[in-house]
T-cell receptor, first 112, second 109 residues
Framework: ETGVTQTPRHLVMGMTNKKSLKCEQH?????MYWYKQSAKKPLELMFV???????ENNSVPSRFSPECPNSSHLFLHLHTLQPEDSALYLC???????????FGPGTRLTVL | GQNIDQPTEMTATEGAIVQINCTYQ??????LFWYQQHAGEAPTFLSY??LDGLEEKGRFSSFLSRSKGYSYLLLKELQMKDSASYLC??????????WGAGTKLIIKP
């Protein structure tokens, strides 16, 4: 139990679908992150939120849209994705932006 | 550009010792992290080094040399459950975390 949960664990969607990934942390942390993990590639940081304010957006395509309604919840809204977006999407949280991060189990996304 | 290099894959024997190296070229340095990731699971934090030297934590130790841009993770008394990927990540001068691609460690009986 890492204190960070993600739903769904697996998602298959077509290119015209709209779906959302959910992340929740129960650790009282102030920073939350979305990462994309593809096979044999480094983790790609997508978005960072600190105290519910977005502080980083690493040139992510607009078909990915984050939402952070409070310090415990983070969403990633998906629409008109491409097959190359298929990957493991990991959520993480940390006490501050520069502290060790605690990861959720990830959502395995397949875009058909 | 910023770069983190780790071997792609290593194999070791149960009960032995293995050293996983990480070299980095980043714009500034504010610390280096090691994470463990079992197949199909989330990465979990192992260690953090910001000063030169060796940090020991049970069977795992992490070493840092800032002048050489080099770190290693040392795993002793290897167990089958240590089979996993080990990720090196560096916090640069902008406090952005730069990740390596990870080293897949295979433990054989």
């Amino acid at each position: 139990e890492t204190g960070v949960t993600q739903t769904p664990r697996h998602l298959v969607m077509g290119m015209t679908n709209k779906k959302s990934l959910k992340c929740e942390q129960h650790l009282g942390h102030n920073a939350m992150y979305w990462y994309k993990q593809s096979a044999k590639k480094p983790l790609e940081l997508m978005f960072v939120y600190s105290l519910e304010e977005r502080v980083e957006n690493n040139s992510v395509p607009s078909r990915f849209s984050p939402e952070c309604p409070n310090s415990s919840h983070l969403f990633l809204h998906l629409h008109t994705l491409q097959p190359e977006d298929s990957a493991l999407y990991l959520c993480a949280s940390s006490r501050g932006e520069y502290n060790e991060q605690f990861f959720g189990p990830g959502t395995r996304l397949t875009v058909l | 550009g910023q770069n983190i290099d780790q071997p792609t894959e290593m194999t070791a024997t149960e009960g032995a010792i293995v050293q996983i190296n990480c070299t980095y070229q980043t714009s500034g340095f504010n610390g280096l992290f090691w994470y463990q990731q079992h197949a199909g699971e989330a990465p979990t934090f192992l260690s953090y080094n910001v000063l030169d030297g060796l940090e020991e934590k049970g069977r795992f130790s992490s070493f840092l040399s800032r002048s050489k841009g080099y770190s290693y993770l040392l795993l002793k008394e290897l167990q089958m459950k240590d089979s996993a990927s080990y990720l090196c990540a560096v916090l640069d001068s902008n406090y952005q975390l730069i990740w390596g691609a990870g080293t897949k460690l295979i433990i054989k009986p």
